[in-house]
């Protein structure tokens, strides 16, 4: 059976995430006028800090939040778009950390974190569309398949990737040094 | 087992993975993959050191520079241990690591993992911190040809030793006069006295910032002048600031007045002048060139002359210049003008004749010589005063 369509208009939390990553973008260019700030400078280490710790809050804010047991606070679909919106902001920030160099470990970690945002943007606004929450119960099971295959593991092993990448670089480049 | 809505068996089977991915790459490939990128390629195929002639021909021998975190040794010692030729320059205040201070922290200005091609030097590191050499890049931005200064255009060597003869190489070319000149002034060892700032620039330096302002004449005066034989900054300030110290050769005075031409000279010319005669009371040694009276009078200008000016004087005549009835008669009319002030002659006077003065004078047997000497018994010009062998109260002229 297809997916329940109900026609919403442009979600607001886009909206957000373009005027966030455009005020971003500016900055960044602002501070590239001079080289692109690299990954360990203190621009780099910064705008990953932030992006990291955002991800972190759409990982487990939402997740608490949408746990059955739970009825509050805040209607769901509200949980559902601040996710939306650090989720996508913040893997943008760390997209500028990576300085677009993409190799190693780092760069393992950006197509994983890439592909956690696609699947979740795919997730949300095509398969879901028209949900307030992927879970919705008007939602079909194929979507949530599709969910759980994708972009919940996926989002798990960045987690575990990035902690191993930070491990790294604090080891190599702040006690081996 | 009840876990969080995400954290889902499914989730951690792919953490589980990933970390296992991980850990089988490190033992395949070592730490590698932690490298934030490549390593240099810059090569001097005359060196090897540690057994490479560059870094990226380490590989991914990440141990090579980053010491075992128990090691307790810092990566600066790991660098030092291939760089040999560092460490010699270390102990040589010439070279540029032997200048620099904390010249073992190796990181603070140099980096690695910017790619085979990447700078091993921290940007703005040298350009902005070129002053801990004793050299600030504030007046070596920009070449005379408007490109931005590149290291080698000063240091030549790999060694980054500075040859103090390129200064003067480079500034010729393009300012051939000022060089040839500024070189036989000042000498040409020019970090004596530049250190970079440029502050001694035309219209950057204000001698109003020392002592000694350049007021008047001095103004256009050229450094050297002043600051003769300096060969160093600090000779500068050694410049006395004593007039005689440069005008000594200017002294019309010939030191008599002493040091202190400012009692009556000004900074804006010699003349006018004003002179304290306190300073000095014997005259004739300025103004003996300026006796009218040829030494005559003696040398005591001031019983009859003001410091004002030599007119109008005061003369004390013994002789009383109002004598006759015309009242104050003219130097000229007894003395003879050429002729020495002490020689008079009373025959001026249309009084006396020499005919009857003679007369007169014969019924006292006085003539010849004593008979032109009629000061000697007329003192006061008075008729009958008397004198030698003359009558007190006579009735005679």
Not at chain 2, 27 to 41: K, T, Y
Not at chain 2, 152 to 177: I, M, N, V
Request: charged share 20%; aromatic share 8%.
């Amino acid at each position: 059976m297809p997916p329940t369509t109900i026609t919403r208009g442009w979600p607001t939390e886009l909206t957000w995430v373009g005027l966030t990553v455009a005020i971003a973008t500016v900055l960044y260019l602002v501070v590239a006028r001079e080289g692109l700030p690299a990954a360990s400078g203190l621009v780099g280490h910064g705008i990953g800090i932030v992006g990291f710790l955002l991800m972190l809050v759409a990982e487990f804010a939402y997740t608490w939040r949408k746990r059955p047991e739970r009825s509050g606070p805040g209607p769901l679909r509200l949980w559902m778009q601040g996710h939306v919106y650090v989720g996508i902001v913040g893997p943008y920030f760390v997209l500028l950390h990576t300085a677009f160099e993409f190799r190693g470990l780092a760069g393992v970690l950006t197509l994983v974190m890439l592909v956690v945002v696609v699947s979740g943007i795919l997730g949300r606004f095509v398969y879901t569309a028209g949900a307030a929450e992927p879970e919705d119960a008007a939602v079909a099971r194929r979507p949530l398949a599709f969910w759980y295959l994708l972009h919940v593991p996926l989002s798990v092993a960045m987690f575990a990737l990035a902690a191993m990448h930070v491990a790294g670089a604090l080891y190599y480049a702040r006690l081996l040094r | 087992m009840t876990l969080p809505t995400n954290i889902t068996r499914g989730g951690l089977g792919a953490a589980g993975l990933a970390v296992v991915g991980v850990l089988l790459a490190w033992l395949v490939w070592g730490g590698a993959m932690f490298s934030p990128g490549g390593l240099s390629a810059k090569s001097d195929s005359t060196k090897v050191l540690g057994g490479v002639t560059s870094h990226a021909a380490l590989g991914g021998r990440c141990t090579a520079c980053h010491a075992a975190a128990t090691g307790g040794r810092p990566m600066s010692d790991r660098c030092l241990a291939c760089h040999t030729d560092t460490q010699v320059d270390l102990r040589d205040s010439t070279t540029l690591h032997g200048a620099i201070d904390n010249a073992r922290a190796c990181l603070a200005c140099h980096t690695e993992h910017g790619g085979p091609a990447g700078s091993l030097v921290k940007a703005g590191v040298g350009a902005g911190d070129h002053a801990r050499f004793g050299f600030a890049l504030d007046a070596h931005r920009r070449t005379d040809g408007g490109a931005a200064f590149r290291c080698a255009d000063c240091h030549s060597s790999g060694t980054y030793r500075f040859d103090r003869a390129r200064c003067e190489a480079c500034h010729r070319d393009y300012q051939p006069k000022f060089v040839v000149a500024h070189v036989r002034e000042w000498g040409s060892d020019c970090m004596a006295c530049h250190d970079g700032i440029d502050r001694f620039s035309r219209g950057r330096f204000s001698h109003d910032t020392v002592a000694f302002r350049l007021l008047g004449a001095h103004q256009p005066a050229t450094c050297v002048a002043c600051h003769v034989d300096v060969r160093a900054l600090a000779g500068f300030g050694t410049a006395s600031s004593e007039c005689v110290s440069c005008h000594g050769k200017d002294d019309d005075h010939k030191g008599r007045f002493g040091a202190n031409c400012g009692s009556c000279h000004t900074v804006t010319a010699w003349t006018p002048a004003t002179f304290d005669h306190k300073v000095s009371t014997d005259c004739v040694s300025c103004h003996r060139k300026d006796d009218e009276h040829r030494g005559e009078f003696g040398t005591d200008c001031a019983a009859c002359h003001g410091v004002t000016a030599w007119k109008p004087a005061t003369l004390e005549h013994a002789f009383p210049l109002d004598h006759g009835e015309g009242g104050r008669v003219a130097c000229k009319v007894c003395h003879q003008p050429g002729r020495p002030y002490r020689e008079y002659t009373c025959y001026g006077c249309h009084e006396h004749t020499v005919s009857r003065i003679q007369r007169k004078h014969q019924e006292e047997g006085i003539s010849g010589a004593r008979l032109d000497d009629c000061v000697r018994c007329h003192a006061t010009g008075r008729e009958h005063e008397g004198g030698e062998g003359g009558g007190g109260d006579g009735d005679g002229d």
